[in-house]
């Protein structure tokens, strides 16, 4: 060879290795590929890349799997690399030839080559662990995802059966007590006892009341019997009432057929929103408003009160001193829905959240 055919030959061999890196650049980027489809590529960019592509093979070997170029055999030429992971999975890249080649740095292999195959076996390296960290991510979140939706239906299942316990069992003792007290308030002329006879009858009324009302802020039993729709008009009036404010509900009565899970996470999520506006706004008026199209859900809880920093309160609940945002968070997201909350210190607050319908009750009613 002359110099300058020399000098050309070894542009073009350059040429070929910076073209496998480039391409094998974007192989390890397309995240739509397995690692098996990856590894796959890769096998095929080697051969073009050395200096004799028609008789060059190559095979990765990982994690108990190879990879081959279709011409692959052992022979004695071959250039490898190791591939090593964090997780201290090994393996390795091979390049051969087929046939005997005349010397050159390493064998019959270049020194570029040499270079290429450490920077291949490098690259392959930090996207197995790219992918087995993205792997464990996916797998921690879809543990948490489904143990939040578990404790989620296991207080749901709690507070209904508490509130069907204090209901049917406590209220109807405490009314079998009260009417034997009638009766002996009716039956016996005894002034000195009949002011503890009616005293106690007072007592009983009140401890009534407060079961009532225990068991129906566990969980409503209108939210089964009649629906999201009355069970959150009736609750948002009921505050309104003991608040001393103005609401308003605007709800659209073909709401109240809805699968159960998304009536009770609206009916918890507008719970939350309005306690919060009682808790903590200082408002005069409070607005509700439910709507459903075809495609989604939404809902939108609004008050004119005192307002407050939402990072800085999401701060804090992600630091676990509160519970309420959170919950409402985690409630929406686990129906791939979204929420918002606008507010500022001196503005009113909306929350808002939408949740999509699926396809089964899309276009009823
Ligand atoms: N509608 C609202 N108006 C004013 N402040 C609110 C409102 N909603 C929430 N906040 C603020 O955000 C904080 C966190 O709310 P939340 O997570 O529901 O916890 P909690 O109600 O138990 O305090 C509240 O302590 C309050 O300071
Ligand atoms: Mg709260």
């Not at 992600?318 to 997201?333: C, T």
């Amino acid at each position: 060879m002359g110099n300058q055919e020399r000098l050309l030959h070894n542009l073009q061999e350059r040429i070929k290795e910076l073209t496998a890196l480039h391409k094998a650049v974007r192989v390890v980027q397309d995240s739509a590929k397995s690692s098996s489809e990856v590894l796959q590529d890769i096998v095929g960019l080697l051969p073009p890349a050395w200096q004799y592509p028609e008789v060059t093979a190559a095979r990765i070997v990982f994690g108990g799997r190879e990879f081959v170029t279709s011409n692959f055999r052992p022979t004695p030429w071959v250039q490898s690399a190791p591939i090593k992971t964090n997780a201290g999975q090994n393996g390795t890249i091979e390049v051969v030839y087929l046939e005997e080649k005349p010397p050159e740095v390493e064998g019959p292999f270049l020194a570029e080559e040499r270079d290429l195959i450490n920077s291949l076996a490098d690259s392959v390296s930090s996207y197995l662990d790219r992918k087995q960290a993205e792997t464990a991510l996916r797998q921690t979140h879809e543990r948490l995802q489904a143990l939040s939706q578990r404790l989620m239906d296991v207080q749901e299942q709690e507070r209904r059966h508490l509130s069907r316990d204090l209901h049917d069992e406590i209220g109807q003792a405490l009314t079998a007590v009260k009417m034997n007290l009638q009766t002996l308030q009716r039956g016996i002329d005894a002034p000195h006892i009949a002011p503890s006879l009616s005293d106690s009858i007072n007592i009983i009324d009140h401890i009534m009341q407060h079961v009532r009302d225990l068991s129906l802020d566990l969980r409503p039993s209108l939210l089964d019997d009649l629906g999201l729709v009355s069970a959150v008009r009736w609750y948002v009036t009921r505050q309104a009432e003991r608040a001393g404010w103005e609401a308003d509900i605007l709800a659209e009565d073909s709401l109240s057929h809805l699968p159960a899970d998304m009536a009770v996470t609206c009916y918890r999520v507008v719970q939350e929103a309005v306690t919060n506006a009682m808790r903590h706004a200082r408002a005069h008026h409070v607005s509700v408003a439910l709507h459903k199209d075809d495609r989604e859900l939404s809902i939108a809880v609004r008050d004119d009160g005192v307002g407050f920093d939402v990072m800085h309160a999401q701060q804090r609940a992600a630091q676990g001193q509160s519970l309420g945002l959170l919950g409402m968070e985690e409630r929406i997201r686990l129906l791939e829905g979204r929420l918002s909350i606008r507010s500022s210190p001196g503005t009113g607050t909306e929350v808002t959240a939408s949740i999509p319908l699926p396809l089964r009750t899309c276009g009823k009613e």
